[in-house]
């Protein structure tokens, strides 16, 4: 089972892949491939994705029994200990220094509102 998802991605290439698998949903293709198919199609949508990201989730032989690949996100995949986990950055603080004044629970102990 291959299964590929685009985000603001051109209708060209969503034309594409419909030659190869079905559109269940809009940008979200399912299908039955063979691996050199599926590496084939994962080549042509990290050539004419644009500005949209991609990702590529497919059956192997593994603990989780899948694995997947991601061009262009900001979430990014990570080996750990044999499993497949996705990492989140964290938003980094534009200052290091804690947000001034009082709180609103604060406000509210202080004056009864």
């Known amino acids: 089972m291959t299964v590929i998802i685009l985000t603001n ?35 042509e949508v990290q050539t004419y994705r644009d500005k949209g990201r991609a990702l590529l989730a497919y059956q192997t ?17 990570v080996d750990h200990e044999g499993l497949t986990l996705i990492h989140r950055p964290t938003r ?7 947000k001034q004044g009082w709180s609103n629970a604060a406000k509210r102990r202080r004056f009864g509102n």
């Open 9 to 43: 991605c051109p209708p060209g290439l969503r034309g594409f892949l419909t030659r190869w698998l079905l559109e269940v949903s809009p940008g979200v293709f399912l299908g039955s491939t063979s691996a050199r198919i599926r590496d084939l199609l994962w080549d």
């Open 61 to 77: 032989d593994t603990e989780q029994g899948f694995t997947f690949r991601t061009h262009e996100h900001a979430w990014e995949p």
């Open 92 to 98: 980094k603080r534009t200052t290091g220094l804690p």
